[in-house]
């Protein structure tokens, strides 16, 4: 059973055109992500989402499915299993040019953390807290990111003083 639905995900991704241009995530990671979801039409897949191991999110529809709400269904049915299986929070990476999916994936909670290139386009690092845990490496990332800005922005003395403020009030939260 299970080889026949790793040789059906298989045949799904491979059937990709469009998508697999702007889908950085390799096969191997969708068949050994810890959750995934599938819609199918018809017996074959037509979408798929899932979480890979550094819990990522992840959501490929087809492009002739598109747009009929199927990668929204599949992104709440990621977001509820991974609630049930108690995990703290979810990530995920979006193009910037692509509208619609930030604007669905904000309306599902996601907060921009920061921008990043891949495939040498910018990219969105999003994150939707969980639970309270969640919550806290939300605000770790963010302070990290306001770390990161000052360490660029300031002279070496006066950064370093103002690093070892950051560090503290962060150890008293954590």
Same mark, same amino acid.
Request: net charge positive.
């Given at each position: 059973?299970?080889?026949?639905?790793?040789?059906?995900?298989?045949?799904?991704?491979?059937?990709?055109?469009?998508?697999?241009?702007?889908?950085?995530?390799?096969?191997?990671?969708?068949?050994?992500?810890?959750? #995934?979801?599938?819609?199918? $039409? @018809?017996?074959?897949? =037509?979408? !798929?989402?899932?979480?890979?191991?550094?819990?990522? /999110? &992840?959501?490929?529809?087809?492009?002739?499915?598109?747009?009929?709400?199927?990668?929204?269904?599949?992104?709440?049915?990621?977001?509820?299993?991974?609630?049930?299986?108690?995990?703290?929070?979810?990530? #995920?990476?979006?193009?910037? $040019? @692509?509208?619609?999916? =930030?604007? !669905?994936?904000?309306?599902?909670?996601?907060?921009? /953390? &920061?921008?990043?290139?891949?495939?040498?386009?910018?990219?969105?690092?999003?994150?939707?807290?969980?639970?309270?845990?969640?919550?806290?490496?939300?605000?770790?990332?963010?302070?990290?990111?306001?770390?990161?800005?000052?360490?660029?922005?300031?002279?070496?003395?006066?950064?370093?003083?103002?690093?070892?403020?950051?560090?503290?009030?962060?150890?008293?939260?954590?």
């Amino acid at each position: 059973m299970q080889k026949e639905l790793s040789n059906e995900i298989a045949y799904f991704y491979r059937s990709l055109t469009v998508e697999k241009k702007d889908f950085n995530l390799p096969l191997r990671e969708i068949l050994q992500s810890k959750l #995934l979801v599938m819609e199918r $039409s @018809n017996a074959t897949i =037509i979408g !798929i989402a899932g979480m890979s191991r550094k819990n990522s /999110l &992840f959501v490929v529809v087809k492009s002739e499915y598109q747009n009929q709400k199927i990668g929204q269904k599949l992104t709440r049915e990621v977001i509820d299993h991974a609630k049930k299986q108690n995990y703290h929070y979810i990530t #995920l990476n979006v193009f910037q $040019s @692509n509208v619609k999916a =930030i604007h !669905i994936y904000r309306k599902f909670g996601f907060a921009v /953390l &920061f921008t990043n290139l891949v495939s040498s386009r910018e990219n969105f690092l999003m994150m939707l807290p969980l639970d309270f845990k969640g919550s806290l490496y939300k605000i770790y990332f963010l302070m990290a990111r306001r770390l990161r800005s000052i360490i660029r922005r300031t002279p070496h003395e006066y950064s370093l003083h103002r690093t070892r403020q950051l560090a503290n009030k962060v150890r008293k939260v954590f």
